[in-house]
């Protein structure tokens, strides 16, 4: 089944400690792309990669590290984690671009105490 | 860089009803315009998308949203609104560098 996997699913975490939140693809997308969604701001795009080694900022990059080394997983690292990063997260990846439909995943709800 | 509007937070319509969710964008250039659904506890799910051509796009579960370059709008319509129509709904706009910007969403609520 074609999809898009982010783990964990669920995360509750402290200030400072670092953690990564995964996500995986199996549609062999170039693209694959970082979105963070808060009530009445709606999805905004963290973090995106056109392909392997290949990664650029999106709206809010601050506080957040991604990298591409294989073509089918994107983690998204928090080094230092703070409160104002509890949101949930959502990965996508997409054929050849942010032009293209994207697949997102289930979500990774995070809160940072 | 580009954005988007959607002026609802949140529209009730009575089970078959019309429906219209109103999307104003802001892009110096030719836009790919998409709207997205979701329901609750989901990700999101593509219903239609505009890139050139036709401005009239038909896309999926019944849904079809007109591009009218001269108000900057990307209206998304559906003739008779389903119970399972009920979840957040959000109009995005891509620049040509693969940047994306969502709309905050708005909320449909179908009373029966």
């Known amino acids: 089944e074609a999809q898009v996997t982010q783990n964990p699913r669920y995360l509750i975490t402290v200030t400072g400690k670092k953690l990564t939140v995964t996500c995986s693809q199996n549609?062999?997308?170039?693209?694959m792309s970082w979105y963070r969604q808060d009530p009445g701001l709606g999805l905004r795009q963290i973090y995106y990669s056109m392909n392997v080694e290949v990664t650029d900022k999106g709206d809010v990059p601050e506080g957040y590290k991604v990298s591409r080394k294989e073509k089918r997983n994107f983690p998204l690292i928090l080094e230092s984690p703070s409160p104002n990063q509890t949101s949930l997260y959502f990965c996508?990846?997409?054929?050849?671009?942010?032009?293209?439909?994207?697949?997102f995943g289930p979500g990774t709800r995070l809160t940072v105490l | 860089a580009q954005s988007v509007t959607q002026p609802d937070i949140h529209i009730t319509v009575s089970e078959g009803a019309s429906l219209e969710l109103r999307c104003n964008y802001s892009y110096g250039a030719t836009p790919y315009l998409f709207w997205y659904v979701q329901s609750p506890g989901q990700g999101l799910q593509l219903l239609l998308k505009y890139f050139s051509g036709d401005t009239l796009v038909q896309g999926i579960k019944g849904f079809e949203a007109e591009f009218k370059r001269s108000q900057s709008s990307f209206n998304l319509r559906k003739p008779s609104v389903h119970w399972s129509d009920a979840a957040e709904y959000f109009c995005?706009?891509?620049?040509?560098?693969?940047?994306?910007?969502f709309g905050a969403g708005t909320r449909l609520t179908v009373k029966p």
């Open positions: 996508a990846s997409g054929d050849w671009g942010g032009t293209d439909t994207q697949y």
């Open positions: 995005a706009v891509v620049s040509n560098n693969n940047d994306m910007r």
């Open positions: 549609m062999n997308h170039e693209y």
